[in-house]
């Protein structure tokens, strides 16, 4: 039962500036819409990047956070698709036109018109929001809590690189070992893949978090592994690691840019891009990344490590995370 008309919520209302709390009116459902009651929210890269500027023209003022796990408290009149009670999780697409031709040819993640939750739509550093019921998903009860949150973004992007860098990979390589590589390692040795973990020079402790995951090898991501890779996916948003990546990886193999932002990409021979390597990024996700991860994480079972956060210290979140400061994936506790 909601017993106000006001939550508490976090805003950002210039980029370069630190979110501010504020009181809001509780958001009412749309015709297809749902409230919901969040849980937690987690706190992605991609909220740095709004955050610092990095991806432009944000809704203003802004609720960020697109890694919503929480219960539906209402729907509007004609959403159909949810009861109250459910618990739901709310990704990063919010919502597509359905009429342009990425849309019209099963390529939804592409939509001219998109519109993007923590981004063009407010988000989950409230206590509430409203969400399109039709890119929700519907969440296992045991991932209501605060170690679902990661899923709705590491994981499902996680997946979709996944998926991007083919069926046949036996040695994967990855390259940035945070929230989205935590989840998908487990993914990948469930499947009986061999993966192999580069982190930041020196990191000793992140690389021993992925071998206590079950990686094959773990070093500097400045390092040559021992075996060349069949595919290799890069989450850390650093443009150099592309030619290095491609160094790295055996003929006809993929890299994967796992990230919404990366930093310039340098120069390099053609050599290590020929014999038929291919560099490609990936672009959001389709409803059906969600709906087959879910199916998987159960079964693996997916567990995240997380570093909580009350809702009023979403800043020091966002700035622990800016400086490498959280193991696995920061998250907001919001309520239950």
């Known amino acids: 039962m909601i017993t106000s ?3 508490r919520a976090m805003v950002l209302t210039r980029p370069g500036e630190p979110l501010v709390a504020r009181e809001l009116e509780i958001p009412q459902p749309g015709p297809k819409q749902i409230l919901i009651r969040v849980h937690a929210c ?7 990047h709004i955050v610092d500027g990095e991806l432009p023209e944000p809704k203003l003022p802004l609720v960020l956070g697109h890694e919503i796990v929480g219960e539906v408290v209402a729907t509007g009149k004609s959403a159909d698709r949810c009861t109250i009670g459910d618990p739901i999780g709310v990704p990063w697409l919010g919502s597509t036109c359905g009429a342009c031709r990425y849309c019209r040819s099963g390529r939804e993640n592409l939509c001219d018109n998109a519109r993007f939750t923590g981004y063009t739509l407010n988000g989950g550093y409230a206590e509430y929001t409203v969400a399109h019921q039709d890119y929700c998903v519907r969440l296992p009860k045991q991932y209501l809590n605060v170690n679902g949150a990661p899923l709705l973004c590491a994981g499902l992007i996680g997946y979709r690189s996944y998926r991007m860098a083919g069926d046949t990979v036996q040695r994967l390589g990855v390259y940035g070992f945070g929230a989205a590589a935590h989840i998908l390692t487990q ?5 009986g893949k061999q993966l192999y973990a580069f982190t930041k ?5 992140g690389q021993k978090f992925a071998r206590r995951l079950g990686a094959t090898w773990a070093g500097d991501s400045d390092s040559r592994p021992p075996d060349e890779l069949d595919a290799a996916i890069i989450f850390a948003p650093v443009g150099a690691l592309v030619p290095r990546a491609l160094r790295a990886t055996a003929k006809g193999g993929v890299v994967v840019c796992g990230g919404i932002h990366m930093s310039e990409i340098p120069s390099f021979p053609y050599r290590i891009l020929w014999e038929e390597r291919i560099v490609r990024s990936v672009a959001n996700l389709e409803r059906r990344d969600g709906e087959e991860f879910f199916k998987i994480a159960p079964e ?12 009023e210290q979403a800043n020091e ?7 490498g400061k959280v193991e ?4 907001l506790h919001i309520g239950e």
């Open 300 to 311: 693996v079972p997916v567990r995240t490590e997380v570093r909580t956060y009350p809702l």
């Open 42 to 48: 987690g706190v992605c890269r991609t909220d740095l």
């Open 328 to 331: 696995g994936a920061a998250v």
């Open 5 to 7: 008309k006001k939550m």
């Open 187 to 191: 993914v990948a040795v469930h499947q």
């Open 317 to 323: 979140a966002l700035n622990d995370l800016r400086a």
């Open 201 to 205: 020079a020196g990191d000793t402790e």
